[in-house]
């Protein structure tokens, strides 16, 4: 597999085959096929098995797949076998959550630094965490080489924090902020931004 | 311009090129071209105008696009030239950062109500909102015929509610639950998961 050949596109499947492996595997599923995945998901069999042709060969013809063995191999694919550290920048409301969401220990991340710029919020909890100075934000990174970091900052200061993020080492940019970044050439960033998936959904709304 | 000839992909664009048009008005700026919004949001000017060429001409050759029409046009071709009504449901951490966000009502969508099942949460204050019980919704979104919801549920509840939303009416559904829907044809579903985006980047980190 060389990864650089493989389709982007390609790629951002594989983290929803795993998921719903995982789930089959919760409900003590052992074997599935493209064709169930595949009603599970809304995407066809086809398309599933060539997918994942893209990365090797997971099952034999005609007997499925085993869900723990493939679910294994997507893991190890997407080196999400590991834990990832993960700096969160952003102590408002929508830090708050991503802070105490239980959701990422499970799937290979594992927040370990809160950073807001207020000097208001600095020395505060969030569940177990306390909000610190993101002053020091680029020494830790360096320090703990942290590679991952998500941000929940005001579109306002999303570029100015961004940039320190590179600075610092970060690889991978998460961002909760309505705004395209600019970003150097091999640091990958993807955005989550609400109005862009309900406005594409009002299109098709009668 | 027959919306079902549209290729899903493209239509889903749209909404980031409405960003970006609003962000460069804010900014002062009265004309762009593709090549500057292509700059700007990372992808390619021939791939903006091919985009735009679909919904009609907005543009003429070597004067580039008026910044507020085409903005109004795509406005009204996503149909966020109006306010939607918007249920929430769950009203958790993730459903106060959602409920307190300030980012919708300037871009087509207003949350009017947040239902929550815990019985302890009941009247409870969200901001400016009162937090209901789940067993209203049904009658009130058929009552106030709203289209959209929004479901910061935890993954175990978000069928059962999303079967009710269903019932109710509701066309559009934006889901914060990690999980993987059954939705009659004709509903539309976007997912929001953070977990399916930190695993495609990781994919790449060195």
């Given at each position: 597999?060389?990864?650089?050949?493989?389709?982007?596109?390609?790629?951002?499947?594989?983290?929803?085959?795993?998921?719903?492996?995982?789930?089959?595997?919760?409900?003590?599923?052992?074997?599935?096929?493209?064709?169930?995945?595949?009603?599970?998901?809304?995407?066809?069999?086809?398309?599933?098995?060539?997918?994942?042709?893209?990365?090797?060969?997971?099952?034999?013809?005609?007997?499925?797949?085993?869900?723990?063995?493939?679910?294994?191999?997507?893991?190890?694919?997407?080196?999400?076998?590991?834990?990832?550290?993960?700096?969160?920048?952003?102590?408002?409301?929508?830090?708050?959550?991503?802070?105490?969401?239980?959701?990422?220990?499970?799937?290979?991340?594992?927040?370990?630094?809160?950073?807001?710029?207020?000097?208001?919020?600095?020395?505060?909890?969030?569940?177990?965490?306390?909000?610190?100075?993101?002053?020091?934000?680029?020494d830790d990174i360096q320090k703990e080489r942290i590679?991952?970091?998500?941000?929940?900052?005001?579109?306002?200061?999303?570029?100015?924090?961004?940039?320190?993020?590179?600075?610092?080492?970060?690889?991978?940019?998460?961002?909760?902020?309505?705004?395209?970044?600019?970003?150097?050439?091999?640091?990958?960033?993807?955005?989550?931004?609400?109005?862009?998936?309900?406005?594409?959904?009002?299109?098709?709304?009668?």
């Amino acid at each position: 597999m060389v990864r650089s050949n493989i389709p982007n596109i390609v790629v951002g499947r594989i983290p929803l085959y795993l998921r719903e492996l995982t789930e089959m595997a919760a409900e003590g599923k052992v074997i599935t096929s493209s064709q169930e995945l595949g009603q599970r998901l809304g995407i066809s069999s086809a398309q599933i098995r060539k997918d994942l042709s893209q990365f090797g060969e997971f099952g034999k013809q005609g007997t499925g797949y085993n869900i723990t063995f493939l679910a294994e191999q997507l893991r190890r694919i997407l080196k999400v076998d590991r834990l990832w550290s993960v700096v969160l920048v952003g102590a408002g409301d929508l830090g708050h959550a991503v802070a105490n969401y239980g959701g990422f220990i499970d799937r290979g991340f594992r927040i370990t630094r809160v950073y807001d710029i207020d000097p208001s919020k600095i020395g505060q909890k969030i569940g177990t965490f306390t909000i610190q100075d993101v002053a020091a934000m680029v020494d830790d990174i360096q320090k703990e080489r942290i590679k991952i970091a998500m941000l929940a900052v005001p579109a306002s200061d999303a570029q100015s924090v961004t940039d320190m993020l590179v600075e610092a080492g970060i690889q991978a940019i998460l961002c909760y902020a309505p705004v395209s970044l600019k970003i150097p050439d091999g640091v990958k960033i993807q955005y989550i931004d609400p109005v862009l998936r309900l406005q594409h959904m009002t299109f098709y709304v009668p």
